[in-house]
């Protein structure tokens, strides 16, 4: 039972390039989120999907796109990468019901340069 | 204003000590109430709920007071692999309504 996987785990990018990055869980969760961290702030979510083909906004969704055409996977798409997306992004999943307990993936440390 | 605020630390204490963490949140809404534990470098997990009546788990206690919109953690004897930030974490309902705190970091020494 791997739980929830993300890769890459460490990216560099370029202004204006774009990027997908991958998560992957094997819990069979219907909710599935994106997280981004940054220092001396909180977690914070940029999209989410509570089952196959429905996603929705969080926070802060600008700059990124996400689909759910599966139960494990939840990739999420850089559409063109800017310095403010220096960050940490976290995949989560849990069940719907109990959506408060979520199961972070490792984390990918994203550096847009 | 922040939703939610956490004293980001450090607290530097001695193997054995007792601790305290303090997070307020400004929605008054809000329905339910966590601990998350983060070390460095790793992924968030899960550490406690925190429920009306208040809650203990071995060493950890926390409680919640509505009135004062407030929720705290208590760890008692602690470990040096308690070292890490707690997360204070707030629904306010909904999916989209999970509000992470910035963290307050613990470091444990000898």
Redesign the interface.
């Known amino acids: 039972n791997a739980g929830v996987t993300q890769t890459p785990k460490f990216q560099v990018l370029k202004t204006g390039q774009s990027m997908t990055l991958q998560c992957a869980q094997d819990m069979n969760h219907e909710?599935m989120s994106w997280?981004r961290q940054d220092p001396?702030?909180?977690?914070?979510?940029i999209h989410?999907s509570?089952g196959a083909g429905i996603t929705?906004?969080?926070?802060v969704p600008n700059g990124y796109n996400v689909s759910r055409s599966t139960t494990e996977d939840f990739p999420l798409r850089l559409l063109s990468a800017a310095p403010s997306q220096t960050s940490v992004y976290?995949c989560a999943s849990s069940w719907k019901r109990e959506?408060?307990?979520?199961y972070?993936?490792?984390?990918t440390r994203l550096t847009v340069t | 204003r922040k939703e939610v605020e956490q004293d980001p630390g450090p607290f530097n204490v001695p193997e054995g000590a007792t601790v305290a963490f303090n997070c307020t949140y400004s929605n008054s809404a809000s329905q339910s109430f966590f601990w998350y534990r983060q070390d460095c470098r790793k992924e968030p997990k899960l550490l406690m709920s925190v429920y009306s009546s208040g809650n203990e788990d071995g060493r950890f206690t926390a409680q919640l007071n509505r009135a004062s919109q407030y929720i705290s953690l208590l760890i008692r004897d602690s470990k040096l692999s308690d070292s890490a930030t707690y997360l204070c974490v707030v629904n306010a309902g909904g999916y989209n309504k999970l509000i992470f705190g910035a963290g307050t970091r613990l470091a444990v020494h000898p």
């Open positions: 909710y997280y001396g702030m909180g977690l914070r979510l989410y509570v929705d906004q969080g926070e976290f959506f408060y307990e979520q972070f993936g490792p984390g």
